[in-house]
Structure formats: structure tokens, C-alpha cells
């Protein structure tokens, strides 16, 4: 139940990298029930409005074949499904899959751990995360799965906490990400650009969560730099 996490937190540097699966397969075993209502009621969470705001901005119409990772109950699903063809779901938590596929929103789901997938056949014009990434911790390996398991000209869009340097392991044992990482790791992955915006994402105890809401482009995204100009572009 996540102890190594908490032991971990007792350090004077936290060492932690990732969760152990069984932690957050679960959490979100338990949490699936009463997760919408946690979620969109008490702390606000916006994420998927957030991600197809920004995906728009960025030039995004249609996807013929998107993924969403971490699915969870299918709220970033039901923001997407309008906006493409064939929509698939990967979660770690059964009931979490569970309470997605009675929504009807996706054509395939998957029980699989997004920390560890192994590349198939299958291509993707779009792949996005809401709000999940906070449980992954190191990117780099869910990062390269991305970029190989999209079409020439695909897109990646995510959410994830905002922190300072690479990755922390916060006292609520969720993982934040700093944006040099971000932009980094997009860079060397082999994306052609990569827009990270300020946003929030969620709440907790009232206060609100500081975010990045990321867009990456296999090719040169249609930059909307009207507003707030935190763009950061990897060359």
C-alpha cells in the first residue's frame, strides 16, 4: 500500500524513480467506484478539457486511430471519442477498465502497466495522458514507447505536475516534473516540437496543483502563440 513510497519520502533526497505496479494497480482497484465524483467534484480536475484545448491550438482536427493512456474510468475518452475514428484505452486497474467500457466511448481496452508496454504493430496518429504520468515517475522509457508506437506526422499530448528539476516524489506520492526535463526528453525522443503550457490541472485541499499541459509533434506543430507565450520549442 505504497510503504516503500512513504519510506522513501523519509529520506533527506527521495530515491524513488516509479511506483511499484501493485500499488497503483490497487489504488485505483479501490478508488475506480467513487473516482468521478473524487475527481471532477472535490478537486476540480480538468485535464482532458485542458489536453483537447491545446491539442486544437496546436493544430489538431482528427485522429484516425488515437490512444489514451491511463485511461482510467474514460473521462478523457468521452472528450475525445468526437474527434476520432478508432479510440483505444490501456489502464493498470481492471475496475478502472471496467467503468470505462460501460461508457461505450472506446473501440478496444487493455489491462496493461503503461510503465512497461511492449511495442506491437499497432500505429497511432494520437496518443494522450491525463493526469497519469504523476504515477509513472522517470519518463524515459514510456516517452521512447510513444514515439515508436506513432505514425509519421503523430502527435503526443500530456499533463503531468509541475516541479522543479527532473523528477520529485511529492509527500502525496505523486512524481512532478520540471520543465527542462520535459523538453529534454521530448527533444532526444525525436519530436519535431514541443509546446509545454502552465495550467491546473486538479486541486487538492483547496489549493490549486501548479501543471504543464505538454503537446509533441513528430512534425512541426501550428503553434497558437496567443495568450499566455510559455511555449518551449525543441528543435
Not at 475506480?32 to 489538431?60: C, K, S, T
Not at 511495442?119 to 522517470?138: K, M, P, Q, S, W
Not at 514507447?145 to 503531468?160: I, K, P, Q, Y
Request: net charge negative.
Amino acid at each position: 500500500m505504497g510503504a516503500s513510497l512513504k519510506r522513501d519520502l523519509a529520506r533527506a533526497e527521495p530515491l524513488a524513480e516509479s511506483m511499484p505496479p501493485a500499488f497503483v494497480e490497487s489504488l485505483f482497484d479501490q478508488y475506480a467506484p467513487r473516482f468521478e465524483a473524487a475527481l471532477v467534484d472535490a478537486l476540480q480536475y480538468r485535464g482532458p478539457q485542458i489536453l483537447l484545448q491545446r491539442l486544437i491550438a496546436n493544430g489538431f482536427t482528427r485522429a484516425r486511430n488515437a490512444l489514451d493512456l491511463g485511461c482510467g474510468t474514460g473521462l478523457m475518452g468521452e472528450a475525445l471519442r468526437p474527434h476520432c475514428t478508432r479510440l483505444e484505452g490501456i489502464d493498470i486497474s481492471a475496475r478502472m477498465l471496467a467503468e470505462a467500457g460501460a461508457k461505450g466511448v472506446y473501440d478496444a481496452l487493455h489491462k496493461r502497466d503503461i510503465a512497461r508496454l511492449d511495442l506491437t504493430c499497432e500505429r497511432y496518429n494520437l496518443i494522450v495522458a491525463a493526469d497519469v504520468f504523476a504515477y509513472v515517475g522517470a519518463l524515459e522509457g514510456v516517452i521512447a514507447w510513444c514515439r515508436a508506437a506513432l505514425n509519421e506526422g503523430g502527435m503526443l499530448a500530456f499533463t503531468v505536475e509541475a516541479g522543479e528539476g527532473d523528477v520529485v516524489l511529492r509527500e502525496s506520492r505523486r512524481f512532478a516534473h520540471g520543465r527542462d526535463y520535459l523538453a529534454a526528453l521530448l527533444e532526444q525522443a525525436g519530436f519535431a516540437f514541443t509546446g509545454i503550457y502552465p495550467c491546473v490541472v486538479r486541486q487538492d485541499r483547496g489549493e490549486d496543483i501548479r501543471s504543464f499541459c505538454v503537446v509533441a509533434g513528430l512534425s512541426p506543430l501550428r503553434h497558437d502563440r496567443e495568450g499566455d507565450g510559455e511555449a518551449h520549442a525543441a528543435a
